[in-house]
């Protein structure tokens, strides 16, 4: 089972409620041989961490593959820089520049060269580190570099080595990006349900809009769950009401969350309100999924 926890726009409350599910279900399988594994894939801002805490099991440097010109192979062809779907390369007369920022890793301008003049060399795009906080629960965060400019590659290895490490017995919970670009695809390819999480104001209404496009043009199997509800208006619940989307959980509003989310702590240990709509949420994704809780 994978659960990506989405939404249209940033600080509508994904790390919160990937962060006390996850700790909530660790809970509730201690004893069995079930497992949760939270991973955090907004890399450009991974804050679950600040939340988690527990013992480094290992990091991994990351890396992806871009073209580097040998000159003393290259003829000066053009056909590189007229391939390149993503001008990564310019042909300047004398000389091929290559501009890494913009190369998509697409290997054409390397496979195509007719001289082997453009090897794919690695560089370095950001780091990968797992926790262990107990038998029941590990924690995982992806971290981009400063000044890479694409999230994409990152999470993209992200998404496969949890496909490679983690088999059936994982309960995987993806802090995915926020908005509804590219990051966003790729951190929800695996999921078996994406949940939306929103707010019932004018603005959370509008991008959950945007992020419910987004999934249907995917495919993807989605719910919405309701942050902060208590504020705003019912936009949001007649909206979903309307057009039959599931609404499996709604997040009261509540100035002792704020002031223990503020501090770094999980919600569900002093707040009962906040644990039961986190039960709530959780039986509500075992039905949306036809898994047994």
């Given amino acids: 089972m994978q659960i990506a926890i989405a939404s249209g726009k940033g600080g509508t409350g994904k790390t919160t409620l990937a962060v006390n599910l996850a700790v909530l279900l660790s809970e509730m399988f201690a004893g069995t041989d079930r497992k949760v594994l939270l991973a955090d894939t907004d890399v450009e801002e991974p804050n679950s961490g600040l939340f988690i805490r527990g013992k480094l099991i290992d990091e991994e440097i990351k890396y992806r593959l871009v073209p580097e010109w040998k000159e003393d ?34 290997y054409a301008c390397s496979d195509l060269c007719p001289e082997d003049a453009l090897p794919m060399v690695p560089h370095r795009m950001g780091i990968t580190k797992r926790y262990h906080l107990n038998d029941n629960l590990q924690f995982m965060e992806s971290r981009i570099d400063i000044g890479v400019e694409q999230a994409t590659p990152l999470i993209e290895q992200t998404r496969k080595f949890i496909k490679e ?53 995917l495919k993807k199997k989605y719910a919405v769950v309701i942050n902060k509800y208590g504020i705003g208006n019912d936009d949001v619940l007649n909206y979903c009401h309307d057009k039959r989307i599931p609404v499996i959980g709604k997040i009261p509003h509540l100035m002792e969350a704020a002031r223990l989310y503020s501090k770094g702590k999980i919600m569900i240990d002093e707040i009962p309100e906040i644990r039961s709509e986190m039960e709530k949420i959780y039986k509500g994704i075992c039905q949306l999924t036809e898994v047994k809780a």
């Fill in 165 to 217: 490490n983690y088999d059936d017995t994982w309960f995987t919970i993806l802090d995915a990006p926020p908005g509804t670009s590219c990051p966003v695809m790729e951190a929800v390819k695996d999921a078996d349900l994406v949940v939306l999480i929103t707010e019932p104001t004018p603005f959370g209404f509008h991008d959950l809009k945007l992020a419910i496009d987004t999934m249907e043009e």
């Fill in 73 to 106: 192979k290259c003829t000066l062809c053009k056909r590189c820089a007229n391939i390149c779907e993503y001008n990564a390369l310019a042909f300047l007369g004398i000389s091929v520049m290559i501009f890494p920022e913009l190369c998509h890793s697409c």
